[in-house]
């Protein structure tokens, strides 16, 4: 099984992008490369070769769900596990962003000091 | 009208009383008269003949004996009962008096038998079964010695009339409404009638609104607006249906009901209750709603995320006075999420009305899942959860999901405005017909002056609370209509310095207890 070593994010709250950051880096030991918006990071996410795609829902312009939609379009990117991270958390909202294909959901707020394990989790359970 | 059947009452009424009078003057005089007073009686007596020739033709006459039996009915009775006069003659007039009737007929008799005149309404059977409602004058006939000896009834048919007065009083109830009333035929969907508010609205008439389509009204345009919403109308005989009209861009709430006119005719009474306002309150509440859970959330996930870092000591050791503060503020950060979190379950549970599942559920095992899941904050409180009674298998209709909400909020409420190293108690009892969930404490009780506003929401005890747990004022609001949902009701006893014991009443599952549970009993 491979080990969880480069995360991207994507998120429009530069204070959220921030605490992932210090989360999954300074605490995680992961490297993480972020992107405030999914136009800003289709063009070049292929490049960052990641293992795992932690994705915010609610963006201005193109939503997470679209985003998603791009993201699978990119070649070399069509399985990479993704991970959806929201501050809906309704049954129905959590339901259908599993029905569109992300390997977890993940609630907002988090915990910042054990969401690299979670993460890890995530990622061993998807692969 | 009414007041001509009135005054044609009254009159057959006098009619009858003064043929009475000088029947009974000519009856008990006979013996005594002169020839003079022979001959003024004989004009007397051509006169009452007369009269009650004009009587016999103009209403439904019968005459009984004196034990009650019909001896006689004008051509009129049988025209208006729709008799043969040989099915009437020798039965007692009882008899076609209907069931709910029967007592008054009786008094009715009582009282003629005293030589006393009766007059009011009663009902009498139709050959065909039906009911009319007559207006009744029995006048009594008295022998020489002040013996009953028969009675002289003379009834008019008021049955139309009456339905007339009826239904003036309901279109006149229409007529006073503010919301729109439309009755149709479903056939063709033609109007058949509107009340002042729906006429008004259109600028009809009531013989413009005559006949003209429904779909030519500004509530509904087309016919799949009223046919697909209102299927439920052919099985129940009622539906609602909310409404977007194409022509005026309003909504309404149109609430149907089938009437029966015969067995094979039926029309739709439709009230129409424009709700535009409300449909945009709901949608600027769903908004808000929106606004909370991401607009709220997100920015108190930057505050808490980097309050934890800070707390964990990720980012370095830090003074003990500066531990402290962030303490504060990531306990803050917890409280102000817990609110959102009971706001949106709030919400839910509103939207959610009408949507929860029942099903056989055992308050023993509730009670005992309860206990287990909330010991934990119980005792965070030096609080003690336990079931004095032990409670034995008793079965609701319910939903376990839902008795889990309702007794986490009642027992976290319970622990907060208890003393440390007291006991809550948390049982359920059978009585009469019900289940009744108790949750007590030993609190100092609910003051009075919130206990009239207690179950509504944002309401909060001014008392103070331990281990600096604060509490939305949600909850209360959030159980009782929980508990509403689940067909039972909430009520609670407090005294002050003693403690409350908040009370659900449940209806008692009937029948056999769910099949697992027997299996388990017989084991």
Redesign the interface.
């Known amino acids: 099984m491979p080990d969880l070593k480069r995360i991207v994010h994507i998120d429009d709250?530069p204070?959220?992008r921030?605490?992932?950051r210090?989360?999954l880096s300074?605490?995680g030991g992961l490297d993480v490369e972020q992107y405030p918006s999914g136009e800003d990071a289709l063009p070049v996410i292929a490049d960052a070769k990641p293992d795992l795609i932690l994705l915010d829902v609610?963006m201005p312009n193109m939503d997470g769900e679209e985003t998603y939609r791009r993201i699978r379009e990119i070649p070399g990117l069509e399985n990479t596990p993704i991970v959806f991270m929201t501050?809906?958390?309704?049954t129905t909202d959590l339901a259908s962003l599993r029905e569109l294909g992300a390997v977890d959901v993940l609630i907002?707020?988090?915990?910042?000091?054990s969401l690299a394990d979670q993460v890890r989790t995530i990622y061993r359970n998807a692969c | 009208m009414v007041e001509l059947l009135n005054i044609s009452t009254a009159a057959t009424t006098l009619l009858v009383v003064v043929i009475v009078i000088l029947s009974g003057a000519a009856i008990r005089r006979k013996d005594k008269i002169t020839d003079l007073a022979k001959q003024q009686l004989h004009e007397t007596e051509l006169e009452v003949a007369f009269q009650r020739k004009a009587l016999f033709e103009s209403g439904a006459v019968s005459v009984t004996d004196e034990e009650g039996k019909i001896v006689d009915v004008n051509s009129k009775f049988l025209d208006t009962f729709g008799y043969q006069r040989d099915a009437l003659i020798g039965r007692h007039i009882s008899e076609f008096y209907p069931e709910n009737e029967q007592t008054l007929s009786r008094e009715i008799r009582a009282k003629t038998r005293d030589g006393r005149i009766w007059s009011g309404e009663t009902h009498l059977l139709r050959a065909d079964g039906s009911t009319a409602l007559t207006h009744n004058t029995v006048v009594p006939f008295l022998d020489g010695n002040n013996r009953h000896i028969k009675n002289l009834a003379i009834r008019t048919d008021i049955s139309k009339q009456k339905i007339r007065d009826n239904q003036k009083l309901v279109t006149s109830a229409f007529d006073k409404m503010t919301d729109a009333v439309v009755l149709f035929d479903p056939n063709n969907f033609t109007i058949i009638y509107m009340n002042a508010f729906a006429l008004a609205e259109h600028g009809w008439s009531a013989d413009e609104a005559y006949g003209t389509s429904l779909w030519k009204t500004r509530y509904v345009s087309k016919p799949t607006d009223m046919n697909e919403k209102c299927k439920s109308i052919n099985e129940n005989g009622k539906c609602t249906a909310r409404i977007e009209s194409e022509t005026n861009g309003k909504v309404y709430d149109a609430h149907s009901y089938r009437v029966t006119v015969s067995s094979d005719t039926h029309r739709i009474l439709t009230m129409f209750r424009e709700v535009t306002q409300s449909v945009e309150l709901e949608r600027e509440r769903n908004r808000l709603i929106?606004i909370i859970?991401?607009e709220l959330?997100?920015?108190?996930?930057?505050i808490?995320?980097?309050l934890?870092?800070l707390d964990?000591c990720?980012?370095g050791p830090m003074p003990a006075e500066a531990k402290n503060l962030v303490g504060i503020a990531l306990r803050n950060s917890d409280r102000m999420?817990d609110l959102i979190a009971q706001i949106l379950e709030a919400e839910?549970a509103e939207h959610d009305a009408g949507n929860i599942p029942l099903e056989p559920v055992n308050l023993a095992e509730v009670i005992r899942s309860a206990i287990s899941a909330n010991q934990g904050y119980g005792t965070e409180l030096g609080i003690t959860f336990r079931d004095p009674c032990d409670t034995p298998d008793l079965w609701v209709n319910g939903n376990e999901r839902v008795f889990q909400q309702v007794l986490a909020n009642l027992m976290s409420n319970a622990a907060k405005f208890s003393p440390s190293g007291s006991t809550v108690d948390i049982w359920a009892e059978r009585q009469k017909d019900k289940i009744v969930l108790h949750v007590r404490d030993q609190g100092k009780g609910i003051p009075s002056a919130i206990q009239p506003h207690l179950f509504s929401r944002f309401v909060k005890a001014n008392q103070e609370v331990r281990g600096n747990v604060h509490g939305s004022g949600l909850g209360l609001s959030i159980v009782k209509s929980q508990v509403e949902r689940l067909n039972g009701s909430i009520d609670y006893e407090t005294a002050e310095n003693v403690g409350t014991c908040f009370r659900i009443a449940l209806p008692r599952l009937q029948g056999a207890q769910p099949m697992g549970n027997a299996l388990q009993a017989s084991a």
């Open positions: 709250e204070d959220i921030e605490i992932v210090m989360s300074l605490v609610m501050a809906k958390a309704s907002k707020p988090f915990d910042p000091m | 929106s859970t991401h959330r997100t920015p108190l996930t930057s808490k995320g980097a934890g870092l964990s990720a980012m999420l839910k």
